[in-house]
């Protein structure tokens, strides 16, 4: 699961936000972004958990160090 939330993370920051680590204030990106995940792949996309998920790519940028940095 922590892998699978990282590339979501990821996904947000790099094909959303466009590499960029700040989105613009008042941006709706992520309220857009959860409509349409949730349509496509059901519950577990709303707004919050999409704001952990691009936290913690943010906090862990290195996918591979994961374990290592978590255990």
């Given at each position: ?34 409509e ?32 290592r940095?978590?255990?």
């Open positions: 699961m922590l892998e699978a939330y990282w590339h979501v993370g990821h996904q947000v920051v790099e094909e959303e936000q466009g590499g960029l680590y700040k989105v613009d204030y008042g941006s709706n990106m992520i309220k857009y972004l959860s349409r995940l949730t349509r496509e792949l059901g519950s577990g996309y709303d707004r919050t958990n999409l704001q952990h998920m691009r936290k913690f790519f943010l906090t862990f940028q290195n996918c591979d160090a994961l374990r940095e978590l255990s």
